[in-house]
């Protein structure tokens, strides 16, 4: 732990050559790397298995797309021959974007690490922060050529923090710290990438079955969930990554106006960018497990929701849905009897997300869009978005249940996010084949 701090003002750029070489390689150059990833049933958080440390342990983290870096737990039980405190003024402290240095005199600690570089981890289901040590271990991880699995392939050099366990609290049962995939040097992605010379990219796909699991891969296509087609670049429908001044680490993207069933809802569209003090916009998240709305935008959508699933069904000949009481978190809750529903799932109005520039719709289909089995009324279907009161830091969060069965791709280098629902071509994210053929 860090007792007490002192800045350091390093010019980046004189670093620069340090940095290519803080990194080892290993002998095999994979094409791509991959990591499972499973849904937690009682939390809804989404969790990574990674393999680390000296002798190799399996480290389940729990997934927080704009968190900056690794961190987990090293108070309880950390034992590993590879770890390696970073010391300040070195090379991957200054890419880790640290402005604090540990020493051990206040108070003196057992096993305390003098002269060591210092973050400050945050657990963003608490939005609780505390200070750590930037250390280095090896981290161990499957390789793949898009279709299967290929080598294990291993760094010794990979860089996170060491978080006291307290900030543990809040994350699902065994779950031992953070994976940080956001827009840093020192994040997963980030890494990886880097330390495997692969492309600057990583591509999500989130499942929502509790009993299987989804993937996440690192560098370039192709993708291949079965039966579905190889999923290339070309595959993807693409809108730029957008930058919040204040809250560097997170993705952010340009939504213009939402559509439901083809009609526009109306909104302030001031709400829709983000302004000088970083507020509003639109964001991904991976540790809200729904979508949010600021409420006057979430009133516009779900009232213009229940009048569209009207018109759907008045259009269509079938009885009206019968609307029920709220089930908290949700607001519109119908009798799923009521619902009408087809082979490929039930009828209900899609909510499109009108991308920058009016090219391309995030279009929420039913699947993502509808939720029911909720403990509290079993026979509800409730619109899975839930409202983020007024002024929220941002104005839209796309939350898990509506990345899920999605690829979502974040070409780091190109600053684009590109997209495609999977569900459309017979497949979902369940479907990736772990054979190996290594
Ligand atoms: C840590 O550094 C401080 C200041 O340089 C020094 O006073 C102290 O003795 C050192 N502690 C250990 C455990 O090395
Ligand atoms: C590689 O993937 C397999 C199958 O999912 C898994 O059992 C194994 O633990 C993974 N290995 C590493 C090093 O992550
Ligand atoms: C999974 O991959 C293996 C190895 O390429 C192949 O033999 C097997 O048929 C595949 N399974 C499915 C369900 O496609």
């Known amino acids: 732990m860090i007792s007490s701090f002192q800045h350091h003002f390093i010019l980046f750029s004189l670093l620069l ?89 206040s ?96 591509a999500l796909c989130l499942t929502s079955d509790v009993t299987s699991v989804g993937v996440i891969f690192f560098g370039n296509g192709p ?23 204040t809250t560097s680490s997170d993705y952010y993207v340009g939504v213009s106006s939402i559509k439901i069933g083809g009609s526009q809802v109306p909104i302030n569209k001031a709400l829709l960018s983000i302004n000088n003090k970083g507020r509003g916009g639109t964001k991904f998240s991976t540790v809200n497990p729904y979508t949010i709305m600021e409420s006057s935008i979430y009133k516009s959508v779900i009232s213009n929701f229940d ?15 019968t609307r029920i009481k709220a089930v908290a978190p949700f607001e519109l809750c119908y009798d799923s009897s009521t619902i009408s529903s087809t082979r490929v799932g039930v009828e209900v109005p899609n909510i499109e997300l009108v991308l920058q520039n009016e090219k391309v719709m995030w279009t929420i289909f039913a699947s993502n869009s509808m939720v029911g089995g909720l403990k509290a009324n079993p026979n509800a279907l409730c619109l899975a978005i839930v409202d983020g009161g007024k002024n929220p830091p941002a104005s839209i969060v796309l939350g898990g249940y509506q990345l899920e069965d999605n690829l979502v791709q974040f070409d780091l280098a190109k600053s684009m996010v590109g997209f495609r629902y999977l569900v459309n071509d017979m497949t979902r994210c369940t479907n990736f084949n772990f054979t190996s053929v290594a």
């Open 107 to 202: 108070p003196p600690r057992p096993g305390c690490n003098n002269n060591t570089c210092g973050l400050f981890p945050e657990n963003p289901f608490t939005n609780t922060a505390t200070s750590g040590e930037l250390a280095s271990d090896i981290i161990r991880i499957n390789s793949t050529d898009g279709l299967n699995l290929g080598p294990v392939v291993s760094t010794p050099n990979f860089l996170f923090n060491c978080a006291p366990t307290f900030l543990l609290k809040g994350l699902a049962k065994g779950v031992q710290g953070i994976a940080g995939f956001g827009r840093t040097k020192i994040s997963i992605p980030s890494q990886l990438t880097s330390t495997f010379s692969l492309s600057k990219k990583f």
């Open 223 to 245: 993708y291949k969930l079965y039966p579905g087609p190889l999923y290339v670049s070309s595959s993807f429908s693409y809108t730029p990554i957008l930058k919040n001044p």
């Open 17 to 105: 050559p340090l940095i290519a070489t803080a990194f080892a390689t290993t002998s095999v150059q994979p094409k791509a790397l991959l990591l499972p990833v499973s849904k937690d049933a009682s939390t809804q958080q989404y969790i990574v298995k990674t393999t680390q440390r000296t002798p190799s342990k399996s480290v389940p983290l729990t997934l927080a797309l704009g968190s900056p870096f690794l961190w987990r737990d090293c108070d309880k039980g950390y034992v590993s021959s590879t770890y390696r405190p970073i010391r300040c003024n070195s090379a991957q402290c200054t890419l880790a974007g640290s402005t604090a240095c540990s020493t051990c005199n």
């Open 307 to 321: 009048s569209q699933l009207k018109i759907l069904y008045q259009q269509r000949g079938y009885p009206n849905a």
